[in-house]
């Protein structure tokens, strides 16, 4: 999305509430291998709700990840997300060149961003011409500027250049693209559950038509155990991931999750509701999982008995060359929760 410097080599470093993740591919004749993925958690106080709380512990933790990691390249790709601060429209507009576009931007733009113009970075992507008529589809980004400051600044303090500013949605087509064969006959939602958000973006024919964001996530699981069960935050991550507790069944736990997991549920069916009505391209055919609730027990079969979908636990590693050093086991753990971090990975100054 937004450009701010030019660098070779890129970190993806996904910022998320719950965990930092950093990845980076070296591209070798066409296909991709891994550098580098990896994980650090991050206190539960320090990102709420999108929004940085704790700046300084943020850069600390950013720090720590990439010297303990030994990550010695500095330039990085990072996403922003949140349906109050990012805004993505599909819009028909006039038959223009790009160069035409960028120009008159500010001008297209005002009528579907609910902003003020001067507040936000925007971006464009023109996605094709209409036949028969003299109109193209664009896809128009809008970033509240205030939010984009607030994750380049922590990156910036940690002795790193940010060099591209994505959103979540779209580095999450990145991961799909490159890993998955594209049918024009499906919707593929990508739907990323973290701590506290909800991507999805819902893809045809591997073009992007119906994206949404929403401020809800698997802390309500943590929240809800620690309430019912009255433990701590630290165990009460651990039982909602394993499912185990001394002295309670395992129905008495699964009960305690799938009241969480019905909401968050509630919340995707909603949006495919709402793409189905409005957007006028079907139904959804297929769901890709990723973020944090794939590792909460029983939410990925719930979610597709609920709704009736297929889900699949995204992949983002499924195409992309491991050497021998790493650790598959560690790999396929955290693969779920880097799925943004890879898209990130994949993007090089001057794309689009």
Known sequence: MLMLRREKEIIGLDIGSRYIKAAQLKEIKGSYQLE????APLLPELIVDGSIIDSFRVVEAIKNLFSSQGIKAKDVALSVSGHSSVIIKRVTLPQMTEDELSDSIKFEAEQYIPFDIEDV???????????????????IVAVKKSKINEYVSVVTEAGLNPVIVDVDAFALENMYEINYDISSEENVALVNVGASTININILRGGLSVFTRDSSIGSNLHTES??????????????????????????????????AVSDDIISDISRSFDYFKGAVNQGEVNKIIL????????????????????????????????????????????????SAVAIGLALRRVGDR
């Open 290 to 337: 990723s973020g944090g609730c794939v590792m909460v027990k029983g939410f990925p079969i719930l979610l597709g008995e609920t709704l009736g979908i297929n889900v699949e636990i995204a992949e983002p590693l499924k195409n992309i060359g491991i050497p021998d050093r790493f650790d598959r086991g560690y790999l396929k753990s955290i693969a779920p929760i």
């Open 36 to 39: 580098h993925l990896s994980t």
């Open 225 to 258: 155990i620690q309430k019912e069960f009255s433990i701590s935050y630290e165990e009460a991550e651990r039982l909602k991931h394993t499912g185990v507790m001394s002295g309670k069944t395992e129905a008495d736990i699964a009960s305690a999750l799938n």
């Open 121 to 139: 970075n925007l971006d464009f992507q023109i996605l094709g011409s209409q036949e028969g008529r003299n109109q193209m589809d664009v896809l």
